[in-house]
């Protein structure tokens, strides 16, 4: 059975202390690839150096976190730019609005979701999308962005049924993470009625580790909780879940 881990930051510092057998542990499990999100330029070297360590396993992204768009956003915005032009990456992201946390800085969020589509599509690459307590925020975002051209996937998708359909509509998949195996999580009471081909799986590890390790740092190893879940919301096996995940996900980054 192979699963693809679309959305994992194996660069941080919670890995440090033993990272390679991290890795490992997520391979025995199944997962033949990991997609790499950005955070901000002072995790650059640790991305580059994963890649180089894992070069057939690891895919990277470039992009500013909506989190980290503080003061000195637009020199980021430049990093991220020169990286598009020095080298390839397999798409735009973690990019979007988080109002969650901090609303000060909306306006510069929104300008720069909307400069990083735009890089996006200029590489034709896809985007990731970091969406927290903003979906109307983003939806207004993307809608006027709308082509053939713009696709992508709602990281960590929380929202609900119709919110599911629209970012479905405007071309993108929905990532689904360790949520889906919360008691309140609410995604596994209308997953059923979505299309199997619009979903990928991801952890986002090592944050919102699924049941029964909720709480805890959370690693790729653990995506088949996440997958076992998702085959229970559509009443399939694992091994068909994996099957149309993992297509999805191939199809979706080009590999």
């Given at each position: 059975m192979e699963l693809i881990d679309t959305h994992t930051h194996l660069y941080v510092e919670a890995f440090d202390s033993d990272r390679e057998e991290m890795v490992e542990r997520a391979k025995a499990a199944g997962v033949k690839h990991f997609f790499i999100p950005a955070i901000d330029s002072t995790y650059t070297e640790r991305m580059y150096a994963l890649e180089k360590r894992y070069p057939n396993e690891v895919h990277l992204m470039a992009g500013v976190h909506p989190c980290h768009i503080k003061d000195n956003f637009k020199e980021e915005l430049n990093k991220v730019e020169m990286q598009l032009q020095q080298r390839s990456f397999c798409a735009v992201g973690e990019i979007g609005i988080d109002l969650y946390w901090d609303k000060t800085y909306l306006k510069e969020q929104q300008e720069a979701f909307t400069r990083q589509i735009e890089w996006a599509k200029q590489y034709s690459l896809p985007i990731v999308i970091h969406c927290r307590e903003a979906f109307d925020e983003v939806f207004e975002i993307l809608e006027?962005?709308?082509?053939?051209?713009?696709?992508?996937?709602?990281?960590?998708?929380?929202?609900?049924?119709?919110?599911?359909?629209?970012?479905?509509?405007?071309?993108?998949?929905?990532?689904?993470?360790?949520?889906?195996?919360?008691?309140?999580?609410?995604?596994?009471?209308?997953?059923?009625?979505?299309?199997?081909?619009?979903?990928?799986?991801?952890?986002?590890?090592?944050?919102?580790?699924?049941?029964?390790?909720r709480g805890k740092r959370n690693e790729s190893s653990y995506l088949p909780l996440i997958l076992n879940k998702v085959a229970q919301c559509y009443g399939r096996t694992d091994l068909e879940i994996a099957s149309m995940t993992t297509k999805n996900a191939r199809q979706l980054f080009n590999i």
């Open positions: 006027a962005y709308r082509s053939e051209t713009l696709y992508g996937i709602f990281h960590c998708f929380t929202g609900n049924l119709d919110q599911a359909k629209r970012a479905i509509d405007l071309s993108f998949k929905l990532g689904i993470g360790g949520v889906v195996t919360f008691k309140k999580g609410r995604i596994d009471q209308f997953l059923h009625e979505l299309p199997l081909e619009a979903l990928v799986l991801e952890t986002d590890a090592p944050y919102l580790a699924p049941v029964p390790y």
